[in-house]
């Protein structure tokens, strides 16, 4: 569509505000870190199974997949994304139905926008159905995606959350995660990163251009 259609159908003030939208986003997060040379896989509660997902084996775990799907369908991305190598799955499975799900990034733009170290993985996406929260899954899934991070090399994972998210930050820190600090950013033309409030150590301006 022609700029000027857009203007004519969106009007100057919502053209104006989704054109800065797109060139100007802000972002507040919480951030929540461990160690993981030490990290062990935990032991699964009775009735409960642990799956791994890597670019190795979804297609013997086709049918999990489906399932993850139909909890919900923005898993979609997320498998193409473990299909690629860039990211690993970790499922709780109770009494065969999905009941948790959490992701380990190992290559992805988030991390380059957090301006996270090489021996840094991101862990996100985690979600229980809301059946089964209050039982530790969240804990157990940081703790199975540690020693994930481990095995592939990381020496710490980091975690974002949403300042207003308190049950993913008990979670994490009952998963043995410790609060790093607040991160106020903003991304200029989705690449250019100024994270104007951060913990130490982080860097003052980031660029992230690629995908991941
Ligand atoms: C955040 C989330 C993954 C936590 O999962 P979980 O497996 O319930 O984790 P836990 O069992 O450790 O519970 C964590 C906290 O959630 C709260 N909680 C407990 N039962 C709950 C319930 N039935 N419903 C909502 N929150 C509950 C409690 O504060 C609990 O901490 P506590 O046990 O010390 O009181 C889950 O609430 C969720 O999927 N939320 C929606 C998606 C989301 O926010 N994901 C995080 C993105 S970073």
Redesign the pocket.
Same mark, same amino acid.
Request: glycine share 16%; no cysteine; charged share 20%.
């Given at each position: 569509m022609q700029l000027i259609d857009r203007l004519r159908l969106l009007g100057f003030r919502q053209f104006t505000k989704r054109l800065l939208s797109a060139l100007f986003r802000s972002r507040a997060y919480v951030l929540f870190s461990r160690d993981c040379e030490d990290a062990v896989m935990p032991e699964p509660l009775p009735g409960e199974a642990f799956h791994v997902l890597s670019a190795h084996n979804v297609i013997e775990k086709q049918a999990l997949i489906e399932a993850l799907l139909s909890v919900s369908h923005e898993n979609a991305e997320y498998v193409e994304d473990i299909r690629r190598h860039r990211i690993l799955g970790f499922v709780i499975e109770f009494e065969q139905e999905v009941a948790?799900y959490g992701y380990l990034f190992l290559r992805n733009k988030t991390a380059c926008i957090l301006g996270i170290d090489s021996k840094t993985a991101l862990i996100? $996406? #985690?979600?229980?159905v809301?059946g089964?929260?209050?039982?530790?899954?969240?804990?157990r899934s940081v703790r199975a995606r540690a020693a994930l991070a481990r095995e592939n090399g990381y020496r710490t994972i980091l975690?974002?959350?949403?300042p207003d $998210? #308190?049950?993913?930050q008990?979670?994490m820190t009952?998963g043995g995660m410790q609060l790093v600090g607040r991160m106020d950013l903003f991304v200029v033309c989705s690449s250019l990163v100024a994270r104007w409030r951060r913990p130490a150590g982080f860097p003052l301006i980031g660029f992230c251009a690629r995908r991941g």
């Open positions: 948790h996100g $996406n #985690a979600f229980t809301p089964y929260r209050g039982k530790g899954a969240q804990p975690a974002e959350t949403n $998210n #308190a049950a993913s008990r979670g009952k």
